[in-house]
C-alpha cells in the first residue's frame, strides 16, 4: 500500500508501523475510507505518504487520530496543488458558519487539516520555501481574524459596539502581527507575536451596560488569546506571545493609538525599532491599521541614515551570542552561529540604517529586502546569492525539525532516526552530508554578518586611543606634535566646542559618540594638507550633529568616508558647508567609487527613476524631497570629482548641466500628473504633453555651475481655444500656465534641503509682463515681430531641456529661422556694442583701474566679451553658415567659425582656451566661495589676445563691419 523503497531501513520500518497503526484505527469505516483514497491514487501517493508517515510523526499521529483528514485532503486535490489568495479564510468562514459550530473546536480541527496539509507539502518538495511560510500565515492570519470577528461580536450583543468619545465613530481592535507573521513568513510550528491596539478612547453603546474602549478591547483580547493558545483535548491553535507590547508583560493588553504614539517616542528602545520593522496590521478597520502604522514608521525609520543603530545590534547580538552559550544553543539553526537570525540582522541592520531615505527598505519581507539591498548596491550581488541560498536552506531546515513533531525548536535532532528523517527531507544523502551542507551556509552567513557587524578597522584608533580626551586636558602642544601650524586657535575652537550648550545638553548616548568621535577626527585632520584649515571648517559640521548622533556613529563605523570628510572639507569650504547644511549627504561618503564618479546623463535619469519608482505618484512632497537629495548628492560628487581631478572644466559643466535637465524632466512629469489629475489633459495634436521646456543661459549652453540659475522659457503647442477633458475642465492656455507655475513652485519651494534651483522667466516673449507658458505660435509671432536684438541673442543659447519633443521641434524650426536672417551687420555690431557698454557699466561697480583685479565675466576681454562675439558671428553669418545655428554652446561656435574661415584658427583656440581658463578659475573660486575676481596680472596675454579679437569684429571706425561680411 505504501511505498518505502526510497527510505531508509530505519525510516520505511518507522512508516510501515505507522500506517499499520493507522489501519488498526478502531472506526474501520474511516480507515477504510482512507485505504481506498491512497489505493485508488497508488502510483501518485504511495511514495510520499511513506516519505511524510516517516519523516512525521505529528503528521503520522493526526491521521492515526482522524483518518478523514487525510483522506478529505486527498479526495479534494488539496495535497496537490497551491492555495489561492482568500481560500483558506473563506474555507474557515464556512466552517465556522456551519449550524453547531463552536468557535475552538472548529479553529483547531482547521489547524490540524491546514497544518497536514503544509507539512506534507513541504516534506514532499511539492511545495517551495515561499509557499510554506505564506501558507502557514496566511493559516493564523486567518484564524485570528475569524475569532475576533466571532468573539467581537458576542463581546457587542452584551455591551454594545466601541465608539470613539471624540466623534461617536465605531472602533474596532487593531490586531498588530510581529515578527515573522508580520513579514508573512511565519513556520510551521511558530508562536505568534501580536500586539492588540485600538484607534480612540471612549465608551460602548450598549444599552443596559456600557464599558470603556479599553475595557471591551481588553476583553476581546483575551478571549481571542484563549481562543488560539489553550490547549484543549484537540490541541492548540497558535501559540501567543503578547510580549513585545508597551512595557512588555506588565503593560495594558490592548492600547489606543495615541498611548502607543507617545510610548514609542518616549520610551521606544532601539530593540522595539527592530521588533516593528516587521509589523503589520492584519484585521481591523483597514484604514485605521494604515494610519497606525503612518504614525509610527518615523520611530522606525529615522530620515537620516542611522549607523548608530549598528552598536545597538551588536549589543542585541552579544546578548543572543551569551544565551547561546548559556542554553547550549550552538547546533540551533536559528540563533546558533551562522543561523537564520544573523541573516535577519543583516536585512535588517540595513532597514534601519538606510529605511528612513530608500523606502523600498520599508518592506517586509526579508528576500525582497535582500534584493532590494543589492539594487541599491549595499550588498554585492555574490553576496545576496549567497545570504538568499543560505536563508532558504535554514528555512527548509527548522521546517524539517518543527514538522518532525509539531514542536517549536530550531535546534538540531540529536536521536538518530530524526536525524535520518532530516537529511531525508533536506534531500541528503546521509546525516553526515547534510552536516557539510548546513556547515557551509552557515559559514558564509557568519562571514557576511561579521563584515555588518564587526567593529570597523580603524588604523588611527589605537593613536586615538591614547590621545587624552578632547577636552580640558587637551594642549596646543599635543595638537603641535600632531602636525596643527595654528594649534592655540584650533584649540581654541575645540574649547568653545567642548564648553558650549549643545555640548553640555547632551545625552549619555551622544555624549558618548561625541567623546570616541572628536580624537579620530583630530587625527583625520593632522593628514591634511593645512590641518587649522580642514578642523576649522568641519567643526560647524560637528556642531550641526550633535543632537543627531547618529551622523557621528556613521563617521566612526566607517574611517575612509572620515578621511574622504576632511579631504573634501579642506578642498573646498563649499563642499563643508553643503556637509554641514545638509549631514544626511554624508551618506554619500560611504562609496567612494560612486563619490568620485559622477554618472552620465541615462544613468542619472535611471537613478532618479529608480528613486521616485518608490514613492506614491501622488506624494508631492515625497517626491519634492526626492529631488532635492537627487540634486545634493549628484552635485556633491561633481565638486568631489573636480577637486581630485577627476573631472575638468567641459565635464563639470556637462555633469551639472545633465543633473538640471533629468530634473527638469522628472519635475515637468510630476507637475504635468498632479495637473492632470486635477482637471484632465489639454486638448492638444501631439502625443506628448504639448508642453516643452527650453534653457537660456548658460543652462542652454551647457555651462552650469555650482550655483547657476536656471533661464527658462515655457513653450506650448494647443488651440488656445480648446479645454481640458476633465470634470474640472479648464482652457488650455490656464492649464499651460498653471503647469509651469507648478513647475516654478516644486523648483523653488523652500524645503528641508533647500530649493532645487532658483529660475529666471525673464528670458520669455515680453519680459516680467508676458504670459508664464506661450504659445507655439505666439513666440514665432513675437520672435519675428517684437522682439529686440538682445533677445536674439538670447535665442542663440537657447536648447531644449525637457517636455514633448514635437513641441520642441517647432520652437527649434523658429529659432532657426530667426538666427538664419540676414542682417545689417554694421547696425548690428552697434547693437551689441552699446548694450555690451551698459552692462558693464551696471555690473561692474567701477571701472577697474589698470593692474587693479580682473572680473572674470564681466571685465574687458573676460567671459562676457567672448559670449557677445560668438552671438554677434551667429545673428551675423548664419545666413551664409547655417551650422551655427546647430550648436548653443560658445565652444562648438567658436570651432564652426574657425572651420567656415570666419575666424582665423588661431582667433578661434585664442578665444577657446581664455574661455575655458576664466570659467575654470571661476568654478575654482566658486568652490573656495570666493567672488569671481583674480589679481588684474593674471590672464594679462589671455585679456589681451581676446580684446584684439573684439576690436577686429567691433572697430571704432564705422562701415568696417561691413568688410567682415
Request: hydrophobic share 45%.
Amino acid at each position: 500500500m505504501i511505498d518505502t523503497h526510497a527510505l531508509t531501513p530505519g525510516l520505511a520500518a518507522a512508516a510501515t508501523t505507522a500506517w499499520q497503526r493507522i489501519q488498526d484505527h478502531p472506526d474501520t469505516e474511516a480507515a477504510g475510507r482512507l485505504q481506498a483514497a491512497v489505493t485508488e491514487r497508488q502510483a501518485e501517493l504511495a511514495a510520499p505518504l511513506a516519505r511524510v508517515l516517516a519523516c512525521s510523526p505529528f503528521v503520522a499521529e493526526t491521521v492515526r487520530r482522524r483518518p478523514a483528514v487525510l483522506t478529505d485532503l486527498i479526495e479534494s486535490g488539496l495535497l496537490q496543488r497551491a492555495l489561492q489568495p482568500g481560500e483558506l479564510r473563506g474555507e474557515l468562514r464556512q466552517w465556522l458558519a456551519a449550524p453547531g459550530a463552536e468557535l475552538n473546536p472548529v479553529l483547531r480541527r482547521f489547524r490540524q487539516r491546514h497544518m497536514l496539509r503544509i507539512v506534507w507539502r513541504d516534506f514532499c518538495r511539492s511545495a517551495d520555501t515561499l509557499e510554506t511560510v505564506g501558507d502557514t500565515s496566511s493559516l493564523a492570519e486567518s484564524c485570528i481574524v475569524l475569532a475576533q470577528e466571532h468573539l467581537a461580536a458576542q463581546l457587542q450583543a452584551r455591551f454594545g459596539t466601541p465608539r470613539s468619545a471624540r466623534d461617536g465613530e465605531p472602533q474596532e481592535l487593531i490586531v498588530i502581527a510581529m515578527g515573522k507573521l508580520g513579514a508573512r513568513e511565519l513556520n510551521v510550528s511558530s508562536d505568534i507575536d501580536l500586539i492588540f491596539a485600538f484607534p480612540e478612547a471612549g465608551e460602548t453603546d450598549g444599552e443596559r451596560r456600557s464599558i470603556s474602549n479599553a475595557e471591551f478591547f481588553t476583553k476581546l483580547g483575551q478571549g481571542l488569546i484563549n481562543a488560539l493558545d489553550q490547549v484543549t483535548a484537540e490541541g492548540f491553535v497558535f501559540r501567543v506571545d503578547m510580549r513585545l507590547r508597551p512595557y512588555g508583560e506588565s503593560g495594558s493588553l490592548a492600547v489606543n493609538f495615541a498611548a502607543l504614539e507617545e510610548y514609542y517616542q518616549d520610551q521606544g528602545r532601539d530593540w522595539e525599532r527592530y521588533a516593528l520593522i516587521k509589523a503589520r496590521p492584519i484585521s481591523g478597520n483597514p484604514q485605521r491599521g494604515a494610519e497606525l502604522m503612518d504614525m509610527l514608521r518615523p520611530f522606525v525609520f529615522r530620515r537620516y541614515v542611522d549607523f548608530g543603530v549598528i552598536e545597538s545590534l551588536r549589543g542585541m547580538k552579544q546578548m543572543i551570542n551569551s544565551e547561546v552559550r548559556r542554553r547550549g544553543l550552538q547546533d540551533d539553526v536559528k540563533l546558533g552561529h551562522g543561523g537564520i537570525r544573523e541573516v535577519e540582522f543583516i536585512a535588517q541592520c540595513f532597514q534601519l540604517i538606510r529605511g528612513g531615505r530608500d523606502l523600498a527598505l520599508q518592506q517586509r519581507e526579508l528576500l525582497l529586502i535582500l534584493e532590494e539591498l543589492c539594487t541599491l548596491g549595499c550588498l554585492p550581488a555574490e553576496a545576496v546569492f549567497e545570504l538568499r541560498t543560505a536563508y532558504l536552506f535554514l528555512r527548509d531546515s527548522e521546517h524539517a525539525i518543527q514538522g518532525y513533531l509539531d514542536q517549536q525548536t530550531q535546534a538540531l535532532p540529536t536521536d538518530a532516526l530524526q536525524q535520518q528523517a532530516m537529511a531525508t527531507v533536506m534531500g541528503c544523502a546521509d546525516w553526515g552530508a547534510y552536516l557539510a551542507a548546513l556547515a557551509a551556509h552557515r559559514s558564509r552567513v557568519a562571514e557576511h554578518f561579521r563584515d555588518l557587524i564587526a567593529e570597523p578597522e580603524d588604523e588611527a584608533g589605537s593613536a586615538a586611543d591614547d590621545l587624552p580626551a578632547w577636552g580640558a586636558d587637551l594642549t596646543a602642544e599635543m595638537l603641535a606634535e600632531l602636525g596643527y601650524r595654528a594649534a592655540t586657535d584650533s584649540l581654541a575652537q575645540l574649547q568653545a566646542l567642548h564648553a558650549s550648550s549643545r555640548v553640555a545638553t547632551l545625552q549619555a548616548e551622544g555624549r558618548e559618540r561625541l567623546q570616541q568621535f572628536m580624537p579620530r577626527l583630530l587625527l583625520a585632520c593632522a593628514e591634511a594638507a593645512d590641518p587649522d584649515r580642514a578642523l576649522q571648517r568641519i567643526l560647524p559640521l560637528v556642531n550641526a550633529v550633535l543632537r543627531r548622533s547618529a551622523y557621528l556613529a556613521l563617521l566612526l563605523e566607517n574611517p575612509p568616508a572620515l578621511a574622504d570628510l576632511v579631504l573634501l572639507c579642506d578642498a573646498s569650504p563649499w563642499i563643508a558647508e553643503q556637509l554641514q547644511r545638509h549631514p544626511v549627504l554624508l551618506d554619500e561618503l560611504l562609496d567612494r567609487a560612486s563619490l568620485y564618479t559622477a554618472p552620465d546623463k541615462s544613468r542619472l535619469a535611471d537613478a532618479l527613476r529608480q528613486q521616485v519608482a518608490r514613492l506614491q505618484p501622488d506624494d508631492l512632497e515625497g517626491q519634492m524631497d526626492a529631488l532635492r537629495y537627487f540634486k545634493a548628492a549628484h552635485v556633491l560628487r561633481v565638486a568631489a570629482s573636480e577637486v581630485v581631478g577627476r573631472l575638468p572644466l567641459m565635464q563639470v559643466s556637462d555633469k551639472l548641466t545633465w543633473i538640471a535637465e533629468v530634473i527638469l524632466e522628472q519635475v515637468l512629469a510630476v507637475a504635468w500628473s498632479d495637473l492632470t489629475a486635477r482637471f484632465g489633459e489639454p486638448s492638444r495634436n501631439s502625443t506628448g504633453t504639448g508642453f516643452a521646456v527650453f534653457g537660456y543661459g548658460k543652462l542652454g549652453g551647457i555651462e552650469l555651475s555650482y550655483s547657476s540659475d536656471l533661464d527658462l522659457v515655457f513653450i506650448f503647442d494647443a488651440d488656445s481655444q480648446g479645454v481640458t477633458n476633465g470634470e474640472r475642465s479648464i482652457d488650455n492656455v490656464r492649464f499651460y500656465t498653471r503647469l509651469g507655475q507648478r513647475i516654478i513652485h516644486i523648483l523653488e519651494t523652500r524645503m528641508a534641503m533647500g530649493q532645487l534651483y532658483e529660475t529666471d522667466m525673464r528670458l520669455r516673449p515680453s519680459g516680467a509682463s508676458g504670459l508664464l507658458a506661450t504659445s507655439l505660435k505666439g513666440f514665432r509671432s513675437y520672435q519675428e515681430d517684437s522682439a529686440w536684438t538682445w533677445e536674439h541673442q538670447a535665442l542663440v543659447r537657447a536648447r531644449h531641456v525637457a517636455g514633448d519633443p514635437a513641441v520642441a521641434a517647432g520652437v527649434d524650426a523658429v529659432r532657426r529661422a530667426i538666427l538664419e536672417r540676414e542682417r545689417d551687420t554694421q547696425a548690428l555690431a552697434a547693437e551689441v556694442v552699446a548694450m555690451r557698454t551698459r552692462m558693464r557699466r551696471e555690473l561692474l561697480p567701477a571701472q577697474l583701474p589698470e593692474g587693479e583685479d580682473f572680473d572674470l565675466k564681466q571685465s574687458a576681454g573676460g567671459i562676457v566679451d567672448i559670449e557677445f562675439m560668438v552671438q554677434y558671428a551667429v545673428l551675423a553669418w548664419s545666413h551664409r553658415v547655417p551650422e551655427l545655428v546647430r550648436w548653443s554652446d560658445n565652444i562648438r561656435i567658436l570651432e564652426t567659425l574657425a572651420r567656415a574661415g570666419l575666424l582665423s584658427e588661431e582667433e578661434s583656440s585664442t578665444l577657446v582656451q581664455a574661455y575655458l581658463a576664466f570659467r575654470s578659475a571661476a568654478h575654482q573660486l566658486a568652490l573656495q566661495q570666493l567672488p569671481g575676481r583674480v589679481d588684474g596680472a593674471q590672464y594679462r596675454e589671455q585679456r589681451a589676445s581676446v580684446e584684439a579679437v573684439w576690436q577686429r569684429l567691433f572697430p571704432a571706425q564705422s562701415g568696417s563691419t561691413e568688410q567682415q561680411d
